[in-house]
């Protein structure tokens, strides 16, 4: 499994920015799909999940209201919609991919995913 990440930029804080998250090899191994986020200086952490074969979706309590995760079978693409950003979701956001069953108790954790794509840049300046 392949994952590329893309999307990110320079937005104004406020503002709004969609990534996008390819996924390619055996996608049909792919059950669940994350997104987490590394700020300079700072260990990287959850963002959002979703359940790719099913309607569940988890978010951190910090982006609760302003992201929205999405996915597009057809496309194999998984998108995280990000708005009314501000200067503390400056970071770089990676996307990943968990080959097992949807498990809320782990989906917010980095062990839970078997791969990750390069990460793509989002800086919101103020």
């Known amino acids: 499994v392949q994952l590329q990440a893309s999307g990110g930029g320079l937005v104004q804080a406020g503002g709004s920015r969609r990534l996008s998250c390819v996924v390619s090899?055996?996608?049909?191994?792919?059950?669940?799909m994350g997104w987490f986020r590394q700020a300079p200086g700072k260990a990287r952490e959850f963002v959002s999940a979703?359940?790719?074969?099913?309607?569940?979706?988890h978010y951190a309590e910090f982006v609760k209201g302003r992201f929205t995760i999405s996915g597009d079978r057809n496309k194999n693409t998984v998108y995280l919609q990000m708005n009314s950003l501000d200067a503390e979701d400056t970071a770089v956001y990676f996307c990943?991919?968990?080959?097992?069953?949807?498990?809320?108790?782990?989906?917010?954790?980095?062990?839970?995913?078997?791969?990750w794509g390069q990460g793509t840049q989002v800086t919101v300046s103020s």
């Open positions: 979703m359940n790719l074969f099913g309607a569940s979706t």
């Open positions: 990943a991919a968990r080959l097992s069953f949807w498990n809320l108790a782990l989906v917010n954790k980095e062990s839970a995913y078997e791969h």
């Open positions: 090899g055996r996608t049909s191994s792919v059950y669940v």
